[in-house]
C-alpha cells in the first residue's frame, strides 16, 4: 500500500488484468515483499489476530441476522431458537458473543504493546490515532451488540449508558430521547441499535484499511525501536510474518475455542438469560469486562457531569499520547523509568477493572479515586515528566544489532501479569453479580455427570427430572422455551419420537379458528411448547400470593452465586460452569421451617438458606415419596432436587453434549495444528537468522 | 553434501505440504457449520409435520385450498364430468404425460390432491378456469386440466402431488 507497485506477474492473463488494475501488486507489496523488522516479537502478531476477530465476528454476525428478530416482544426468544433450533446456532452464538470478550483482549494486548514499544511516536501518530477510533467503534459496537438479546443486562445497560447523553447541560434530555426514539429504551431502540450494529463492523473494516495503509507507509515499530536502516533488518513480510502471525493465530484460537466450546458463559451474565424487564432493576448493574475500568472511573466522580467527562477523557487522552511522550527513546526496553511506570500504569488499569466490578461502596470508593488520579497522572504527569529528565540506555545500532543480542525473559512475565490481570477482572465482574447474596451460605458443589470436557447427562436422572418438574413445579412454574419434540432430541432425556407424542397427545391444544371462526380443542402435537400454567402473568401472580413464578427454561443459567478469589480463577482452569444446577439443588432442599429467630419473616412468605434475602414466597415445593420413582431410585428430597436440577441443566442447554464433543474434536485439531504451524514457522525462519 | 540437502529438502516440502493439508481441512470444516445453518431449522421441520384434512365438508364439484409446510394444496372433489374429461385425453399427446389413474389414489378417483404451485415459475394457479375446466396460472398463462396435467403454456411439468394417504374415506393425511 506504500505507492506505486514495480511487480510484474508472469502469467499473461494477470498481466493484462494488473495493467487495468494493479490490484495483484497491491496485495504483493503490501503482503508478500512488504520489509517487516526482522525482530518483532510474539506480541507483534495481535495485528493479525484482531484483523482475524474481526473476520470473525463479522462473518458469524451476519449468519445470526439472517435469523434474529430485532423486536422488543421477539427478540429473547429469537436468540434461544437460534440456540436451540438452528443448525450449530449454539456454536455460532457462542462464537459471537465470545469473539467480542476475545476481540478486546487482544485489542487492549495490541494497545498495550503499543504503549510499550512507543509504537505512536513520530512517524506513526496518525496510525496510533486511527487505532484510538478503530477502538471507540469497537466500544460502541460491543455494547450495540449487548443490547441485541435482549436480556436484563441488555435493557438496564442500553438505559445506563444512554443516560450518560443526559449529563450534557441544556440539550442531555432532548439527546437521550433522540438516541432512544421514544420517552424510554424500547422498540425503535432496538431497532435503531440492530442496524447500528451491523454497520458499524463494516466501518470499523474501513478504518482498519486505513490503519493498515498508514501502518504501510510509516513502517512497523519493533521492540528495538530503532527504524529498519539495511535490508539485512528485514525480512520479507510472506513467508516470515505470515507463518509467525499464522502461529500466533492458531495459538490465540485455541484459547478462544476453549471458552466457546467449555466456559461459554464464564464471562457473561446471568442476569441476561432473564428477558428485559422495564419494571425491575437487577441489584447489579456491570457492564461487559471490557468495559470495567472506565466504569469506575465514571463512578468515581462525584458528579454526573464530571463523571461522563472523566470516562470520555480516559479514552480520548490515548489519541493525545504522541505529544505527551516526547522522549526520543520509543522502546521502553531502553528506558528504565518509563518502563516501571508502564506496569505500574497496567496494574492501575487493572485494579480500575476490577474495582469497575465492585458495587460502589465504602473502600471501593476511595480506591476509585485513587486510581482514577493515578491512570490520568500517567498521561498528563509522568509521561511528560519522564520524557525531559530521564537518561535512557542505549539502543542498539540497527535491528540487526538488537536480533544478537538476547532478551526474552521479560515476554513471560509479562504473561503472567496479563493473565492474572485478565482473571482478577473477570473476578471483579463476578463477584459484583453475586455481590447482592450476602448473608446466605454458599451452595455445595455437586459431582455433576454433565460437568467438565467429557460431560454427558445422565439419562435416567434427565427422565426422573422430567417427571418431577411435570408432576410438581409445573403446576406454578412455565417451561415456553421447550416443545414436546425436544424430548425426542439427540444428547435429551431419551425418549424415542412415539413417547414424545403420547406426552404431547395428553395435553389439549387450543386452535383455530376453523371454517366457522370458533377456536377448538386438539391433542398436543410434537411441534407444541410444553403447556403454561397460567394463561398470563397477573393470573400466576394472583394465584401465588403476588409473586411470579419465573419461567423455568434458562433457569440453570440464569443463576449465580460468588466463588470468590481465587476460586473464580480456578474456575477458567476447570471448566466450572455448574452454578445454576448447585444452586437450584441448594434452593428447594434449603427450606427451614420454623424460620430463625432473629429473622423478620414477612407474610406469605417461606425462609430458605440460599435465597437471596432468605424469603420466598415459594412454599417448599417437594418432599419425600411425592413422586413415584419407576426406576428403584429412592424418592428422597435430595434425589429429586438432583434430576430436577439435572433437567433444568438440559433445558437451559440443550446441545451441552454436542457442544463438548465437537469442542474435543476442535481442540484435538488445533493443537496439531499447532505443532505443525511451529515447526514449519521453524523451518522458515532458520533460513533467517 | 548434495544427498544431505535434497533430503533436507523432502523432509522440509512434506512438513509444508503437511501443515497445508491440515489448515485446509480446517477451513473446510470450519464452513460447514456456516452453511449448514441455513437449512430449515428444528422448529420448522417440526412445523412441516403431516396434517390431516377432513373431506366431508367438500361437496360435488368444489375444491378447497389447504398449507402444507407453506405450499398451498389444492383438493378437488371432481364431477364424473371432470373425471371423463381427464381419462379421455390420449396421453402421448399430453407434454408430461401421464394418466389420471397414476395421480389419484384406487377407490377414491374423485380427489385430486395436487400442489398448487405452477411448475413455471411457482405462481399459484387459479382453479376452475382455463380452457380445460382445471387451473390457469394468471402469470405466465399456463393451463392444467381437470387432473392438474399441464396441456398449455410455458409451464414444463404437471402440478405435483404432495404425499398423502387416505385415513378414512372422508380424511386424508398429507405429508
Not at chain 1, 285 to 305: G, M, N, Q, T
Not at chain 1, 320 to 337: E, Q, V
Not at chain 1, 552 to 571: E, I, W
Amino acid at each position: 500500500m506504500s505507492g506505486p507497485s514495480t511487480y510484474q506477474p508472469t502469467n499473461p492473463a494477470l498481466q493484462w488484468i494488473e495493467k487495468r488494475l494493479p490490484i495483484i501488486g497491491l496485495v504483493h507489496s503490501s503482503f508478500v515483499a512488504y520489509p517487516t523488522p526482522r525482530n518483532l516479537n510474539y506480541w507483534w502478531t495481535f495485528g493479525g489476530i484482531l484483523s482475524f476477530m474481526l473476520g470473525v465476528q463479522i462473518v458469524t454476525g451476519v449468519i445470526l441476522a439472517m435469523h434474529y428478530t430485532p423486536h422488543v416482544d421477539m427478540a429473547f426468544n429469537s436468540v434461544e431458537s437460534i440456540v436451540r433450533d438452528v443448525n450449530y446456532g449454539w456454536l455460532l452464538r457462542y462464537l459471537h458473543s465470545n469473539g467480542a470478550s476475545m476481540f478486546f483482549i487482544a485489542v487492549y494486548i495490541h494497545m498495550l504493546r503499543g504503549l510499550y514499544y512507543g509504537s505512536y511516536k513520530a512517524p506513526r501518530e496518525i496510525l496510533w490515532i486511527l487505532g484510538v477510533i478503530i477502538y471507540l467503534l469497537m466500544m460502541a459496537t460491543g455494547f450495540m451488540g449487548y443490547v441485541l438479546p435482549w436480556g436484563q443486562m441488555s435493557f438496564w445497560g442500553a438505559t445506563v449508558i444512554t443516560n450518560l447523553f443526559s449529563a450534557i447541560p441544556y440539550v442531555g434530555e432532548s439527546i437521550v430521547t433522540l438516541l432512544w426514539g421514544g420517552y424510554s429504551v424500547g422498540n425503535p431502540t432496538l431497532n435503531r441499535f440492530f442496524s447500528l450494529h451491523y454497520l458499524l463492523p463494516f466501518v470499523i473494516a474501513g478504518v482498519v484499511v486505513l490503519h493498515v495503509w498508514a501502518l504501510h507507509v510509516a513502517g512497523q515499530n519493533n521492540p528495538a525501536g530503532v527504524e529498519p536502516k539495511t535490508e539485512k533488518d528485514t525480512v520479507p513480510f510472506t513467508p516470515y510474518a505470515t507463518i509467525k502471525d499464522g502461529f500466533g493465530m492458531v495459538c490465540f484460537m485455541i484459547f478462544y475455542a476453549w471458552f466457546v466450546f467449555y466456559i461459554p458463559n464464564y464471562l457473561g451474565d446471568p442476569d441476561n438469560y432473564i428477558p428485559a424487564n422495564p419494571g425491575v432493576t437487577p441489584a447489579h448493574i456491570v457492564p461487559e469486562w471490557y468495559y470495567l475500568p472506565f466504569y469506575a472511573i465514571l463512578r468515581s466522580i462525584p458528579s454526573k457531569l464530571g463523571g461522563v467527562i472523566a470516562m470520555f477523557s480516559a479514552i480520548i487522552v490515548l489519541a493525545f499520547l504522541p505529544w505527551l511522550d516526547t522522549a526520543k527513546t520509543k522502546s521502553s526496553k531502553y528506558r528504565p523509568l518509563a518502563k516501571q511506570f508502564f506496569w505500574m500504569f497496567v496494574v492501575v488499569a487493572v485494579l480500575l477493572g476490577w474495582l469497575g466490578g465492585k458495587p460502589a461502596e465504602g473502600i471501593y470508593i476511595i480506591a476509585g479515586r485513587v486510581l482514577t488520579f493515578c491512570y490520568f497522572a500517567y498521561f498528563l504527569i509522568v509521561l511528560p515528566i519522564l520524557s525531559r529528565i530521564e537518561t535512557p540506555r542505549a539502543v542498539p545500532n540497527s535491528i540487526a544489532d538488537d536480533v544478537l543480542a538476547k532478551y526474552g525473559k521479560k515476554v513471560a512475565s509479562a504473561i503472567v501479569a496479563l493473565v492474572l490481570a485478565g482473571g482478577l477482572m473477570a473476578g471483579g465482574t463476578q463477584s459484583a453479580k453475586a455481590a447482592d447474596e450476602h448473608g446466605g451460605p454458599t451452595p455445595p458443589s455437586l459431582s455433576w455427570s454433565f460437568a467438565g470436557p467429557f460431560g454427558k447427562f445422565d439419562r435416567g436422572a434427565l427422565q426422573r427430572g422430567y417427571k418431577v418438574y411435570k408432576e410438581v413445579c409445573s403446576t406454578c412454574h412455565s417451561m415456553s422455551l421447550i416443545h414436546f419434540r425436544n424430548l425426542a432430541d439427540v444428547g435429551g432425556p431419551g425418549f424415542s419420537a412415539a413417547q414424545a407424542l403420547a406426552v404431547a397427545s395428553e395435553i389439549k391444544v387450543q386452535d383455530g379458528p376453523n371454517d366457522a371462526g370458533d377456536m377448538f380443542e386438539r391433542p398436543g402435537r410434537l411441534a407444541d411448547p410444553f403447556p403454561k400454567p397460567f394463561p398470563n402473568e397477573n393470573a400466576a401472580r394472583a394465584a401465588n400470593g403476588g409473586a411470579y413464578p419465573p419461567d423455568l427454561s434458562l433457569m440453570a443459567k440464569a443463576r449465580n452465586y460468588d466463588r470468590g478469589f481465587p476460586q473464580f480463577v480456578f474456575d477458567f482452569f476447570t471448566q466450572f460452569q455448574e452454578k445454576g444446577p448447585n444452586y437450584i439443588d441448594a434452593l428447594l432442599q434449603g427450606y427451614v421451617d420454623p424460620a430463625p429467630k432473629d429473622f423478620a419473616l414477612p407474610p406469605g412468605a417461606y425462609y430458605n438458606k440460599y435465597f437471596p434475602g432468605h424469603a420466598i414466597k415459594m412454599p417448599k415445593p417437594i418432599s419425600d415419596d411425592q413422586v413415584t420413582y419407576d426406576d428403584g431410585t429412592p424418592q428422597k428430597v435430595e434425589n429429586y432436587a438432583k434430576d430436577v436440577s439435572t433437567f433444568l441443566m438440559w433445558t437451559a442447554e440443550p446441545h451441552l453434549e454436542a457442544r463438548k464433543r465437537i469442542g474435543l474434536q476442535v481442540m484435538v485439531f488445533l493443537i496439531i495444528f499447532a505443532f505443525l504451524m511451529y515447526f514449519t514457522k521453524k523451518k522458515v525462519w532458520a533460513n533467517a537468522h | 553434501m548434495t544427498t544431505t540437502s535434497s533430503a533436507e529438502h523432502t523432509r522440509r516440502d512434506f512438513l509444508f505440504v503437511a501443515t497445508g493439508a491440515v489448515a485446509a481441512v480446517g477451513a473446510a470444516a470450519a464452513v460447514w457449520p456456516l452453511i449448514s445453518q441455513m437449512n430449515p431449522d428444528a422448529s420448522t421441520i417440526a412445523a412441516g409435520a403431516p396434517i390431516e384434512v377432513d373431506l366431508a365438508p367438500i361437496a360435488e364439484g368444489q375444491d378447497i385450498k389447504v398449507f402444507w409446510r407453506g405450499k398451498p394444496i389444492y383438493i378437488m372433489n371432481r364431477t364424473k364430468k371432470q373425471v371423463e374429461e381427464a381419462r379421455a385425453v390420449p396421453v402421448s399427446s399430453l407434454p408430461d404425460p401421464q394418466t389420471d389413474q397414476a395421480r389419484v389414489k384406487e377407490g377414491h378417483d374423485q380427489w385430486l390432491v395436487v400442489i398448487g404451485i405452477c411448475t413455471h415459475l411457482g405462481c399459484i394457479p387459479i382453479a376452475h378456469e382455463g380452457a380445460y375446466d382445471g387451473f390457469f396460472c394468471p402469470c405466465h398463462g399456463s393451463v392444467y386440466d381437470t387432473s392438474g396435467r399441464i396441456r398449455q403454456g410455458p409451464a414444463p411439468l404437471n402440478l405435483p402431488i404432495p404425499p398423502y394417504a387416505f385415513v378414512s374415506d372422508t380424511k386424508i393425511k398429507i405429508g
